[in-house]
């Protein structure tokens, strides 16, 4: 069992958890993720690493409310403890010898851009962010951003925090300006990273993004994460997430990504209804 350390939430639909993973911690990189069960009955799920602490032996996941399983989790309280924990899995995200790079963050996926980030700024890395949301109300992770970035833009749809506008208006102004990139990190939604993609590509700027697909049993042996990078079949768990954004066929992955979008709906709603009848 693995014992919830700290609980946080972070805004209305997005909650942070510090979990009791010592041996997890102790291997864990940046870009890397785990895949937990709540309870025994319940499904595995795969969430990446936001950030870990080797001396107190913990790992920090940050995730949204969207579906029967994470409504589930989002329950649980500090001292309480999952089902399972296991990890870290997948490929860390490659940060030798950069010098310079833009990390492009969207919603819930800085919480994945933020430990690459971090992990970019201590090893000397210049490092420009620039993370978007949709209002103030859904900001995350602003001040540890701040912490770790030479440059930091906000954009919001509304422009209710930061500037309005999209990530990718602010990350074309930077190079359009003289800023040269070795590399632009970006991790959000699938149309956010399309979108940059399309925008490096046209500066001939590498670009790398984290995927992250169905997934079941993290291993490569169930196919579920299956994406098509320059025309072959590679696996989220195994061969990523990470991957190269000019090459990834994002119309697939969206396609993919939306199949259980209602069956996932009407489970949220399920345990909803649950939680409030044992409330009652």
């Known amino acids: 069992m693995y014992k919830i350390i700290r609980k946080k939430q972070l805004n209305p639909t997005v909650t942070l958890m510090d979990i009791e993973a010592?041996?997890?911690a102790k291997k864990a990189e940046p870009g890397q993720f785990i895949i937990l069960r709540v309870d025994e009955n319940g499904e595995r799920i795969p969430l990446t690493i936001a950030d870990f602490d080797r001396e107190k032996g913990t790992v920090t996941i940050i995730f949204q409310i969207v579906g029967s399983t994470t409504e589930k989790l989002n329950h649980k309280?500090?001292?309480?403890?999952?089902?399972?924990?296991?990890?870290?899995?997948?490929?860390?995200?490659?940060?030798?010898?950069?010098?310079?790079?833009?990390?492009?963050?969207?919603?819930?996926?800085?919480?994945?851009a933020y430990p690459v980030a971090k992990k970019l700024h201590d090893l000397?890395?210049?490092?420009?962010?620039?993370?978007?949301?949709?209002?103030?109300?859904?900001?995350?992770?602003?001040?540890?951003?701040?912490?770790?970035?030479?440059?930091?833009?906000?954009?919001?749809?509304?422009?209710?925090?930061?500037?309005?506008?999209?990530?990718?208006?602010?990350?074309?102004?930077?190079?359009?300006?003289g800023e040269k990139y070795d590399e632009v990190i970006a991790i959000g939604p699938l149309i956010m990273?399309?979108?940059?993609c399309a925008l490096t590509k046209e500066y001939g700027v590498k670009t790398t993004v984290s995927m992250n697909p169905i997934m079941i049993d993290g291993t490569g042996m169930c196919g579920g994460c299956r994406l098509t990078v320059g025309?072959?079949?590679?696996?989220?768990?195994?061969?990523?997430?990470?991957?190269?954004?000019?090459?990834?066929?994002?119309?697939?992955?969206?396609?993919?990504?939306?199949m259980y979008r209602e069956f996932e709906r009407h489970k949220h709603e399920e345990t909803c209804c649950l939680f409030s009848k044992e409330v009652k």
């Open 231 to 258: 025309g072959e079949t590679k696996f989220a768990c195994v061969d990523g997430p990470d991957f190269d954004g000019h090459l990834v066929d994002f119309d697939e992955a969206m396609e993919r990504g939306s």
């Open 77 to 112: 309280n500090e001292g309480e403890s999952l089902q399972d924990f296991v990890g870290p899995l997948g490929t860390a995200t490659k940060t030798d010898g950069l010098k310079k790079v833009a990390v492009i963050g969207g919603g819930v996926g800085c919480a994945i």
């Open 124 to 177: 000397g890395c210049e490092v420009h962010s620039v993370v978007g949301f949709r209002n103030s109300g859904l900001v995350i992770l602003e001040d540890e951003f701040k912490g770790v970035s030479d440059k930091l833009f906000v954009m919001t749809d509304d422009g209710s925090s930061g500037r309005k506008g999209l990530v990718t208006e602010a990350l074309k102004e930077l190079i359009e300006s």
């Open 22 to 24: 010592p041996m997890v």
């Open 193 to 196: 990273m399309k979108f940059v």
